[in-house]
């Protein structure tokens, strides 16, 4: 989010659009202002998708503070590093492939470099402590709730006050004390992950039982149980509830393999900070003869000979990272169980199976899919539809106008709907990329410039999603076709399709041409 007053200009965070192909192309297109312009950062956590462009910022010509909690800028240092790595690794992965030998070379977003160069522009700030970022804008920052240092933030600009909610946890969440920050605002801009779903309350003694029948059930079929996991945050809750499981011996003492060279360093940072967190007695519960931190890729690789075992490998959306290779290696087999533990965007690999895909494609190879499919759902780190209107309740009043962000469409709109239900703002609004608002003290805001409809467009499920279900099933259906005269019938049809699609856009072609 990009707010601007008296000529000087900040933002509030500046992440990476994860979700299908199309949505990421995004992460290439110009920013909306210019970086060099940009007098200063303030980011609400280390999450990729809420930092995960500052690199890019930063290469752009952006030289001013990025302004977090101590623990964000901890964690920052190797989120940041991690994701350039992944950038640069990516581009050059892609430009060996062989269907890509006659296309120009892709360059990553940014490099480890500008990793490392963002990472060095943070400036650490506590708690509920005011702080001036530029001239114009004061800011404090409030606990969130949502993984180790995340905050929310409030401005206030001129005479208007604003609070943004970065992303909020739910109760009950294993590490912190529940979300909180001041009331009346002339704005509030909150987060909508889960606006559309109620979750049952689980303790943390639920949770683990819930989590005890799950791998009870898996290690009984034999294979393997692997967990996609976020390095950051759901790796280090799991590692809480597995240890108290194997101490207690309500699960056996099998091997716990953390396959995640960046969940690592991020749990190295949580041990650091352990005397701050609830739920561990400031005790270092990472340190367990069963978890074995695999750092190499050899070692990583090791691990396609093991069963019987289980597997936390990032990333948390299957749609990069180590958990791609785990998941080629297991999903073939009967006898392994994938266990998904966090939120699944829209378009990724991960919401694919999650949906019940038969078979799958991952590195341009057809994988069937035999495993067991389990989910959990109370490791969510975001707040659910309950919670989020609490948080907004007593937030109140709000003056001027409460936008809903950050969330797939149906759950933006269920949550918008219920809050204007209750008119917890005069105005409920639902911003579309690239829309720009006046925000005034006391009234709702004005909106001065209309969202692109191109940016929509890339949102959710896409061509790609559809291209890999239709490509990983299609010789099998052509299979079941009686004959192979019908077979080739099939084919030439299809065919006809993709050339009357040229044909169009030959057509297109020849009218813009002026003819």
């Avoid at 659009?17 to 949505?23: D, E, K, P, V």
């Avoid at 912190?176 to 979750?199: L, M, Q, W």
Wanted: overall charge negative.
């Amino acid at each position: 989010m990009e707010f601007c007053h008296g000529g000087k200009r900040i933002l509030v965070d500046c992440g990476l659009f994860q979700g299908s192909r199309t949505l990421e192309t995004l992460n290439r297109s110009p920013f909306a202002f210019d970086a060099k312009q940009v007098d200063a950062v303030i980011l609400t956590h280390a999450h990729i998708d809420h930092c995960g462009l500052l690199p890019r910022l930063v290469a752009e010509g952006f030289a001013g503070d990025i302004w977090c909690t101590e623990p964000t800028a901890a964690l920052l240092e190797y989120m940041l590093a991690d994701a350039g790595r992944i950038q640069e690794g990516d581009a050059a992965r892609r430009n060996r492939r062989k269907d890509r030998a006659d296309l120009p070379d892709i360059l990553p977003i940014y490099t480890e470099q500008d990793a490392i160069a963002a990472w060095q522009q943070t400036r650490k700030v506590a708690l509920e402590e005011w702080f001036e970022p530029v001239d114009g804008f004061k800011a404090r920052l409030w606990n969130a709730g949502h993984i180790l240092g995340s905050a929310s933030v409030e401005l206030s600009i001129g005479d208007t006050h604003i609070l943004c909610s970065g992303d909020l946890g739910p109760k009950n969440k294993a590490f912190y004390p529940d979300p909180e920050s001041p009331a009346a605002f002339d704005h509030v801009i909150c987060e909508s992950t889960y606006g559309d779903r109620k979750r049952d309350d689980v303790t943390l003694a639920e949770r683990r039982t819930l989590l005890e029948t799950e791998i009870k059930a898996a290690l009984a079929r034999g294979g393997n149980l692997i967990i996609p996991v976020f390095a950051l945050e759901r790796t280090q809750e799991l590692l809480l509830d597995l240890a108290m499981l194997i101490e207690t011996k309500r699960i056996a003492s099998v091997p716990v393999f953390i396959d995640s060279p960046l969940a690592t360093q991020a749990t190295g940072v949580f041990a650091r900070y352990a005397g701050t967190l609830e739920d561990v007695d400031g005790e270092n519960i990472f340190r367990n003869a069963a978890f074995h931190f695999v750092d190499s890729t050899a070692e990583s690789i090791r691990l396609n000979s093991v069963s019987g075992a289980i597997i936390l490998a990032a990333s948390g959306m299957c749609e990069a990272g180590r958990i791609r290779h785990h998941l080629k290696h297991n999903l073939y087999r009967r006898d392994a169980t994938i266990l998904f533990v966090g939120f699944q965007a829209e378009g990724t690999l991960g919401r694919v199976i999650l949906d019940g895909a038969k078979r799958v494609r991952i590195w341009g190879e057809d994988i069937v899919v035999r495993a067991q499919i389990r989910r959990i759902d109370s490791y969510s780190a975001h707040a659910d539809q309950g919670d989020l209107m609490a948080w907004i309740e007593a937030r109140r009043p709000i003056a001027g106008s409460l936008f809903l962000d950050h969330g797939e469409g149906a759950s933006i709109e269920a949550l918008r709907q219920l809050a204007s239900t209750q008119r917890l703002a005069p105005a409920v609004l639902a911003p579309e990329l690239g829309e720009t608002y006046s925000l005034a003290a006391g009234q709702p805001a004005r909106r001065i410039k209309t969202g692109d409809p191109h940016l929509q467009e890339a949102i959710g499920r896409d061509w790609q999603n559809s291209y890999a279900d239709f490509a990983a099933n299609l010789k099998r259906e052509l299979a079941e076709i009686a004959d192979a005269r019908s077979r080739e019938r099939a084919v030439a049809d299809m065919r006809k399709v993709l050339d009357s699609y040229k044909q169009v856009r030959a057509e297109q072609a020849f009218r813009r041409r002026g003819h």
